[in-house]
């Protein structure tokens, strides 16, 4: 079927305008939180790997040959491991790695397969080798998984390789969520504050208040956490509730008041919410009065009056804008921002780049 050029470009017009008007994803509660025990785990491991090209640890690298003769008593006929030792010490294909796995914090089942990490204790390259089955276990030496397969080597640390899909779980390791129907959700550490910590219990209290009559199930229990409690007619089965609180919008607050000034550069960057107390400026030959202060008497310097009805939200951007206008070089504004906060009348944090 052949269109002809105006239709490709009604047709492309088309799929530009539903790509515009595609409305942006707003945050939900999920991006700002995790439940208190959804955290990483790993196991690890100590393996041997066999197939090496001569590029393994042999020698007199007895940390290597003990558990390769160990292992290989196991498999044959009983081999006395010091005639092993020997007979292996010329031996560099094979090389001793630790193993680990690392297991996502939402938890795994027996039977999930999951990529394996191997690094070289003392062979250069880990190249055309293959893990041998090894056990695989958690903090309290348990053993929960075992792992083998052929290496995929690190294309730029041939001493590092992954084991796709090497591990194997033999226990499930799920985080223990909620303990007497009540479980905490746990603020990211770059969102958190006593705030957006309120917010949260506040914005959830008001989603089940028709479930509770009202009664709060949500609290605040600092900056970094809120605790939940689960409804009597939930606690059959919690993960619906739990799913439907993940979803509901984060709440939105202000942005934290903060100016950034970079000398280097002479660039100075702010947040809308930055505001600026009554005050005079003079800077060389400049004046600007923030508020209703009164007017220098006989004054022939550029003078600009910012919020002069004294309503008292005059704002950093105003200022920037005053600036515009009279053609302020970059160190006078950085002077005057900077004088602005040593005096107290910058009502934000200054940070430096």
């Not at 917010?199 to 208040?209: L, P, R, T, Y």
């Not at 799913?243 to 000398?263: E, F, H």
Request: charged share 20%; with cysteine; glycine share 8%.
């Amino acid at each position: 079927m052949k269109l002809t050029s105006n239709l490709v470009v009604r047709v492309l017009v088309a799929l530009m305008l539903l790509a515009v008007a595609r409305p942006a994803m707003a945050l939900r509660i999920r991006d700002a939180v995790r439940m208190k025990n959804e955290v990483p785990n790993e196991v690890m491991g100590m393996g041997l790997i066999v197939g090496l090209p001569g590029t393994g640890d042999g020698d007199d690298y007895l940390p290597a040959m003990r558990p390769l003769a160990a292992m290989m008593g196991q498999f044959e006929d009983y081999v006395d491991p010091k005639m092993a030792q020997k007979e292996l010490k010329n031996s560099k294909n094979v090389a001793i790695v630790s193993i680990s796995m690392p297991l996502p914090p939402e938890g795994v089942h027996a039977g999930d397969r999951i990529d394996l990490k191997a690094s070289a204790i003392a062979a250069k390259s880990l190249k055309g080798g293959r893990l041998i089955f090894v056990p695989l276990v958690g903090p309290d030496h348990k053993i929960l998984a075992w792992g083998s397969g052929d290496l995929v080597v690190d294309s730029e640390n041939p001493a590092k390789a992954t084991i796709r899909g090497g591990g194997v779980m033999i226990y499930d390791v799920l985080p223990e969520e909620i303990h007497n129907n009540t479980f905490t959700l746990v603020i990211k550490p770059d969102m958190r504050s006593r705030e957006l910590a309120t917010a949260i219990a506040d914005q959830i209290n008001e989603d089940v208040a028709p479930q509770t009559m009202g009664r709060w199930v949500a609290y605040p229990v600092d900056g970094t956490s809120v605790q939940v409690t689960i409804p009597e007619a939930e606690q059959h089965n919690p993960t619906p509730y739990i799913a439907r609180l993940m979803t509901l919008p984060l709440p939105s607050l202000p942005d934290k008041a903060i100016v950034t000034i970079n000398k280097r550069d002479k660039l100075i960057t702010f947040s809308d919410e930055v505001e600026v107390a009554p005050t005079m400026i003079c800077q060389g030959t400049l004046t600007i009065t923030i508020g209703t202060p009164p007017t220098p008497p006989g004054t022939r310097a550029p003078f600009v009056i910012i919020d002069p009805h004294g309503s008292g939200n005059a704002k950093l951007k105003d200022l920037q804008n005053a600036f515009n206008l009279l053609k302020v070089s970059p160190e006078d504004r950085i002077a005057i921002v900077e004088g602005l906060a040593k005096s107290g009348a910058l009502k934000a944090e200054v940070k430096y780049d």
